[in-house]
């Protein structure tokens, strides 16, 4: 995963690579139970680190606009999404935004399973002056997680 941090250092011309390691990012599979599971599955919010990659097996991911309309995301088949965190807005200034996004299913909807990697930097990596670790370890405690 260390090309997805030499994207960045391409995009912004910082050398934000020395920032990351193979061990602080995670993986994880979410389940989305079928059925009545209506309204929301996952309720807004926005990931706290620098990137978060998904790949679902259905649709009911969204993400919300500017003017406050949320709007169903349809990657490609076989493709993933891919969302900016806070860690890596704050890193950029605002020029990537963090994505307040959710997942949604109506009554009938069938069971959702999602592979979504978070790509985070090193604990100890400080970014724009907070502790990266410290940082999402406060956010995720902020949530209830």
């Not at 995963?1 to 920032?19: P, S």
């Not at 993986?27 to 989305?32: Q, T």
């Not at 965190?85 to 307040?100: E, F, H, I, K, Q």
């Amino acid at each position: 995963m260390l090309r997805v941090a030499g994207v960045l250092v391409d995009a912004f011309g910082l050398d934000l690579a020395q920032h990351f390691d193979d061990v602080s990012s995670s993986l994880r599979v979410i389940d989305y139970p079928g059925g009545d599971g209506a309204g929301a599955r996952a309720g807004a919010h926005r990931d706290y680190g620098c990137l978060t990659l998904i790949h679902s097996d259905r649709p009911g991911l969204e993400v919300e606009t500017k003017d406050g309309e949320w709007l169903a995301v349809e990657p490609p088949p076989g493709g993933y999404v891919c969302n900016i965190g806070d860690l890596l807005s704050r890193w950029t200034n605002g020029r990537w935004v963090s994505t307040l996004h959710r997942v949604v299913g109506d009554g009938d909807a069938p069971r959702r399973q999602s592979l979504v990697f978070f790509h985070n930097p090193r604990a100890d990596a400080v970014v724009d002056g907070v502790v990266a670790g410290d940082y999402i370890l406060e956010r995720a405690a902020a949530a209830g997680l």
